[in-house]
């Protein structure tokens, strides 16, 4: 049975729905499986409105073995496998995707902890890398 549902909390649309269409400004800007809409959103407003706050420019892009592709900014550079070389120059990173630590390592950006939030379930961080602010968390 084809059954609509409409809500303003995502939470509640992901666990009701098999696919679910993203409404912004009266315009469908998504429609896939819930997890596909989380995991690997297809446009900026999707991204940002399925919780996505870290987003790298890479103004150098360039195929090295195969799909394997090393982007670098103004934050720091990364190494990442993607689809298509050719297009992708944006990053989106999710906050639980991104690890704090003291150390430096492969594919990291130095910067500092500017604000620690307690949010419950988890923890909160903003993060200053140069001129952006990063958000990670942390569950407890």
Not at 8 to 37: C, F, Q, W, Y
Not at 85 to 100: G, L, N, S
Request: charged fraction near 25%.
């Amino acid at each position: 049975m084809t059954t609509i549902f409409v809500t303003h909390d995502l939470g509640e649309a992901m666990a009701m729905s098999d696919r679910m269409a993203l409404l912004l400004n009266g315009e469908i800007v998504a429609l896939d499986k819930p997890e596909t809409l989380f995991h690997r959103p297809r446009s900026l407003a999707a991204a940002r409105f399925m919780g996505v706050s870290t987003f790298l420019y890479g103004d150098q892009a360039c195929p090295e073995q195969g799909r394997r592709v090393t982007v670098k900014n103004e934050a720091g550079g990364f190494v990442s496998r993607i689809a298509n070389p050719t297009y992708e120059k944006i990053f989106a990173i999710r906050p639980e995707h991104i690890r704090v630590q003291k150390e430096g390592c492969e594919n990291s950006m130095q910067g500092f902890v500017s604000d620690c939030v307690f949010r419950g379930e988890y923890v909160e961080y903003q993060i200053a890398v140069n001129e952006m602010t990063v958000r990670a968390s942390r569950r407890m």
